[in-house]
């Protein structure tokens, strides 16, 4: 009675076989993804600059305050990262975070960062400032990018 059963199966499937181009599309996009890939630790640096940037300048255009938590929420989304405001007031902080904090504020003319977070995971950092009247800098916050290091292996052609 298994027999019969699997080979019905079997046999309705063969018959209805085909697959959309949207499911040759998303197949082999998956099997693209699954190839291994040997990249440096420079390359994957290189990456994240990139990818970090890209997100970057899609908030600075947006928001640069970033208060705007639907925006956020959609970039976390699509590009697969965590978006944070790394600021004095904020308490989840982590480790990495808080000296990249405390950095930022000694040295107010710093520029994008990436640190390691752990072994699977980068943070890309950008200082948010403010330029007053009389040609002084205030450091205000800084944009934190929260992704992993598969995800941006993926980026890599």
Known sequence: ???LILISAVLWMSCTGTLSDNQRKKIKDEMTNSE?????ESEITDAAFKYGRQIASII???DK???NKSLLDSLNTVYNVEIIAIQPDNESLRG???LLL???QTNIQGSDNIQKMGADSL???KPITREHPDGSTEFLKALGIRMTKKQIILTIK
């Open 102 to 104: 405390e950095a930022y």
């Open 96 to 98: 990495v975070e808080k």
């Open 1 to 3: 009675m298994k027999h």
């Open 36 to 40: 291994i890939k040997k990249v440096t």
């Open 65 to 67: 305050t970033l208060s």
């Open 123 to 125: 943070l890309y950092t």
């Open 60 to 62: 600075e255009k947006s």
